[in-house]
């Protein structure tokens, strides 16, 4: 998958809200160029090491760091399937293989249409509603794979409207 181009101003408007060669903002600037872009491409990343003034290899490096920040295109919509002990134990795997099917993509993975990323994580201390599936932020507990199903069909539907 290629990533899209990035459109320069609105890298640009992100950082202008934030002061010029003040590294301790290096962090909030990660944060805000993901959330306007979905993932730090880059062009961003390059440009913002500019605006703070900081070497570019120590940008990367915090971006690389931490487990939040993405430098892959990720797609409009993020479905994450805990697999911690608790949820793998009832059955988190058949949920992943469930949507690996439905949405034709491994985990890790984005669909080729940008629409959604299918992700794991390793626990997201929500034991007790285990299998757990976390779709756009929205904790989805006691998960079956009929009802993850059914919610990647739903986001399929709205697609084609």
């Known amino acids: 998958m290629s990533a899209p181009p990035v459109d320069i101003g609105r890298v ?4 202008a809200r934030h002061p010029a ?14 959330a306007e872009l979905r993932y730090l491409p880059r062009q961003a990343l390059e440009r913002a090491a500019s605006h703070l003034g900081v070497p570019e290899a120590h940008l990367f490096g915090v971006a690389t760091f931490y487990e939040g920040f993405h430098l892959e295109p990720r797609g409009e919509h993020i479905c994450t399937v805990c697999m911690g002990t608790a949820c793998h134990v009832r059955g988190a795997p058949r949920l992943v293989e469930q949507a ?4 034709g993509i ?6 080729p249409d940008m629409r959604l990323t299918l992700e794991t994580v390793n626990c997201v201390g929500a034991c007790a509603l285990g299998p757990l599936v976390i779709f756009d932020g929205k904790y989805h507990g006691n998960m079956t794979p009929d009802r993850l199903g059914r919610l990647i069909g739903k986001l399929a539907k709205k697609g084609s409207e």
């Open 106 to 111: 491994r985990a890790g993975q984005t669909t």
């Open 12 to 15: 640009d408007r992100v950082l």
């Open 21 to 34: 060669g003040v590294q301790g903002e290096l962090i909030n600037v990660l944060h805000d160029l993901q």
């Open 100 to 103: 690996e099917r439905d949405l």
